[in-house]
């Protein structure tokens, strides 16, 4: 699984758009399949990686899916991530 994230984490700082909403969608497949290992092995790669692309306005279709892909990592995280997340999103939802 860290060769694949690996990967697909390098697709998320792609210019074109539709590449990030790829990687994000891959992102969110793999964390409903393979939680909690994902989330156990990179929730320090993974989350800030969603939560700046929930910053990318000009594109709001790669903005939904990055939410829609938080939701499905958060699935499966601990409580104790769960709560330093929540509040780095409360944070950031304070900038909307």
Same mark, same amino acid.
Request: net charge positive; proline share 5%; charged share 15%.
């Given at each position: 699984?860290?060769?694949?994230?690996?990967?697909?984490? +390098?697709?998320?700082?792609?210019?074109?758009?539709?590449?990030?909403? *790829?990687?994000?969608?891959?992102?969110?497949? &793999?964390? $409903?399949?393979?939680?909690?290992?994902?989330?156990?092995?990179?929730?320090?790669?993974?989350?800030?990686?969603?939560?700046? *692309? &929930?910053?990318?306005?000009?594109?709001?279709?790669?903005?939904?899916?990055?939410?829609? *892909?938080?939701?499905?990592?958060?699935?499966?995280? $601990?409580?104790?991530? &769960?709560?330093?997340?929540? +509040?780095?999103?409360? +944070?950031? $939802?304070?900038?909307?």
């Amino acid at each position: 699984a860290r060769v694949i994230v690996n990967l697909v984490m +390098k697709f998320f700082q792609d210019p074109h758009p539709r590449v990030r909403y *790829a990687a994000i969608h891959c992102i969110g497949q &793999l964390s $409903s399949d393979f939680g909690p290992l994902i989330q156990d092995d990179h929730h320090h790669q993974i989350a800030p990686q969603l939560m700046a *692309a &929930l910053r990318d306005a000009t594109h709001p279709r790669v903005q939904a899916h990055a939410g829609a *892909a938080l939701i499905n990592f958060c699935e499966h995280c $601990s409580k104790a991530f &769960l709560k330093s997340t929540c +509040k780095n999103l409360w +944070k950031f $939802s304070l900038h909307f």
